[in-house]
């Protein structure tokens, strides 16, 4: 069975920093490109990051470029996301997503896995 699963600090003042977490396992984690996806109270999913299979591509939401970062350790099948000077407007549900495009020019087809996401709260 494939599986993501995010761990990480859930409760954290303004100004501080958190580090996330995403196991993989059951799928051949280099060949997937990798994002993590937020939803917040009240509002739809909005896309925070992306990293390409081999790390080194790193993709960043215009909203949060310079407090975030994004990382891999493909040894482990581990993805990070790192967020400082946090703000009460990172409080959401953050969640890890897997994809990968198969298959011939004529039928591509999509792959995607999605873990069950960790509830971050930034308050004083």
């Known amino acids: 069975e494939v599986h993501l699963v995010e761990s990480g600090e859930g409760l954290v003042q303004p100004g501080g920093s958190l580090t996330l977490s995403c196991a993989a396992s059951?799928?051949?984690?280099?060949?997937?490109?990798m994002s993590w996806v937020r939803e917040a109270p009240g509002k739809g999913l909005e896309w925070v990051s992306a990293?390409?299979?081999?790390?080194?591509?790193?993709y960043y939401a215009e909203s949060m470029k310079g407090r975030i970062a994004t990382s891999r350790d493909n040894a482990r099948n581990t993805l990070y996301l790192r967020v400082n000077r946090l703000k009460p407007e990172d409080t959401a549900k953050y969640y890890c997503?897997?994809?990968?495009?198969?298959?011939?020019?004529?039928?591509?087809?999509?792959?995607?896995?999605w873990g069950q996401g960790t509830q971050v709260t930034v308050s004083s």
């Open positions: 997503n897997a994809k990968r495009m198969v298959g011939p020019v004529e039928n591509v087809r999509l792959l995607e896995v």
């Open positions: 059951g799928f051949t984690f280099e060949a997937y490109t």
């Open positions: 990293i390409s299979g081999n790390g080194r591509s790193t």
